[in-house]
């Protein structure tokens, strides 16, 4: 008797977040796909501006304001995820990329996740102007030294963002975050380097938009995925909505833990990772996490 043994490819969709937008983005999708031009109709109608004038033909500067970012990334996300018949065994995003997977998976609307993204980048911004604060990137070192060096620190700073090894994003008061910074690279960072940013994001410092986030969040339904959703705040899979409903609402003062986002994911046998929107920057994090993977990056049709 002989047996043959299959083997399952299981496939990955993973969504960019804020950083990643550039002026052209999803022009293509909206002048070739009558359904993607409806969406982003429908979206410069629930943003009340017409947010494809920036994104098609803006400054780079236009794109930078916050009531434009983030929606604009979300935007070029879902829609081309929609466009491409994106069929997923299981999504992810980073932060901001975290809204364009649930609605890719189906746990929220287009509509639903549009206005939580919009109601999030007002609260951030509102946040960053109450408290001020700001992030750094160290590189090359492990994750616990960064952490013991932060924990020494007189004041708030934190581990933001496990994008890959020897790759973190700290956040929060800016005097703590300077502080850091220079212990970091007396204990050995390759470099340790302060962010163009206006704020503490995934710091403690965002609890105001947190709160104000939540209450949206509240309000809008959600639904059982099409499939798993790794989720920021603790890397694991979630098919429940009122769990993933809870993890959405810590998002914004917990760290993305894309490191561990992707390990788990390798571990549960995903071979093949597919990055949608503007950019490839998550694709080159995969490829660092896990070398026994395939990843690729898709921004256009």
Known sequence: MSYTI????????????QGSQAVGMGKDIYDNVPEAKELFEKAN???????????????????????VTQPAVFLHSVILAKALG???DAVAGHSLGEFSALVVAGALSFEDGLKLVSKRAMAMQKCCEQQPGGMAAVLGLDDKSVEEVCASVDGIVVGANYNCPGQLVISGANAAVDEACEKLK??????????????????????????ELEAAIAEAAFTTPSCPVYQNVDAKPYTDAESIKRNLIAQLTAPVRWTQ????????GFTTFTEVGPGNVLQGLVTKVSREVTAESKATL
């Open 45 to 67: 109608e629930i943003l009340g501006f017409r947010i494809t004038d920036i994104m098609f033909a803006g400054t780079p500067e236009e794109l930078k304001q916050t009531k």
């Open 6 to 17: 299959v083997y399952i490819m299981k496939h990955a969709y993973v969504f960019p977040g």
């Open 186 to 211: 007396a204990a050995g960072a390759r470099r340790a380097l302060r962010l163009p940013v206006g704020g503490a994001f995934h710091s403690p410092l965002m609890e105001p938009a947190r709160q």
């Open 86 to 88: 994106v069929k997923p």
């Open 261 to 268: 986002i992707v390990e788990n994911m390798v571990a549960d």
